[in-house]
């Protein structure tokens, strides 16, 4: 049997990888600055985090989740405290898409509405209603939920307004990223954010804030909302909360009650993915990696900014597009042929993204400064 081929994928195969390094089978060191997606947020193999998974294999064992399991409670409280959000309650699951799923079925039980707004540009998942809120010309999502999504210029605060005079009423939920990353690496205005909850606020909406890739500390904050001072009703997680295990969940408001059997799953909060979560948020904290984030955030931004060929630099922490004048697949695929460098690219084709672990140091980002500022310089000449 072949794999069903929908990724386009590079021509490496990774056999060992510690930190920021990855080597392939050759022996070839890369240094690895997107993280599979930003899913890498204290490096590969952290000893702690083997150790801890490590731990619940053989020592402890595994466990499936129809159980009491105490490590849920664990990490809920852990991750409440880290994250500024003690009130809340934790719903684990899976996955990105799965949290959004997820958060958008809560809004909707809790409101008895169906309309959701979402922005252009947003990347929510690929499962029905998260793609629904996603792309508006989906041609898989179903009639029924693409008829209930409505897609607005992402910030445009009077934009927002005028589409709540209009479905205001039929509202479920507003969702929007807490920095857009697929689409290019876009963050929202604090006065729009800020807009956004007022006006949830305002015709009895959820706010669902998706940190699946702006989260766990990536911006410089635990949470990219963080930066604006809003509070949302529904706050989503993953990529980075397993730094690679499988894991996703819901950040629930204490204004919503819970009921047996209202949401569900098989594997979501499992042992192991229980310890991984605890393992990530453990390092997190002892390494101050949320410091290192703005630290080395503004470095590498600084330095970015300027040089020949950048049209712009955005981002938060190390949550970095780098905007260039022409597409940057060329760019990308010469840091990674000739200077061993992985990085991620957008929808909007002349970003490059930037999602290194937060455990990055400065000889790390140096070393893409220099590839990258030298394969610029190279093109200036050239042209
Ligand atoms: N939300 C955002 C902001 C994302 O970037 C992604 C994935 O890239 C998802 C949701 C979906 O996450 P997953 O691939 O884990 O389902």
Known sequence: MNLFDVYPLFDIEPVRAAGLSVWDKEGRKYLDLYGGHAVISIGHSHPHYVKRIARQLYDI????????????????????????????????????????????????????????????????????????????????????????????????????????????????????????????????????????????????????????????????????????????????VAKGMGNGFPVGGVLISPEIDARHGMLGTTFGGNYLACAASLAVLEVIENEELLENATIMGHYLKEKLQGMPGVKEVRGQGLMIGIELYEPCAAIR???????????????????????????????????????????????????
């Open 61 to 236: 064992g595994f466990y499936s989740n129809a159980v009491q399991m105490p490590m849920q409670q664990e990490l809920a409280e852990k991750l409440g405290q880290l994250s500024g959000y003690p009130d809340y309650s934790l719903f684990l699951c899976n996955s990105g898409a799965e949290a959004n799923e997820n958060a958008l079925k809560l809004a909707s039980f809790q409101t008895g509405r169906k309309k959701v707004i979402t922005f252009k540009s947003s990347f929510h998942g690929r499962t029905s209603a998260a793609v629904a809120a996603t792309d508006d010309t989906a041609i898989i999502a179903p009639i029924n939920e693409t008829e209930n999504i409505i897609f607005l210029p992402f910030n445009d605060a009077p934009a927002f307004e005028k589409a709540l005079q209009e479905y205001g009423q039929e509202l479920a939920a507003v969702i929007v990223e807490g920095i857009q990353g697929v689409g290019g690496v876009n963050i929202p205005e604090p006065d729009f954010l800020k807009a956004l909850e007022a006006g949830c606020k305002r015709v009895g909406a959820l706010l669902i804030l998706d940190e699946v890739q702006s989260g766990y500390g990536r911006s410089g904050k635990f949470f990219a909302h963080q930066h604006a001072g809003i509070k949302p009703d529904l706050i989503t």
């Open 333 to 383: 695929k010469e840091l990674l042929n000739e200077y061993c460098i992985f990085t991620g690219s957008s929808s909007n084709k002349n970003t490059l993204r930037l999602l290194p672990s937060l455990t990055v140091s400065k000889s790390e980002a140096d070393q893409f400064l220099k590839a990258f500022s030298s394969i610029l310089s190279k093109k200036v000449l050239a042209s």
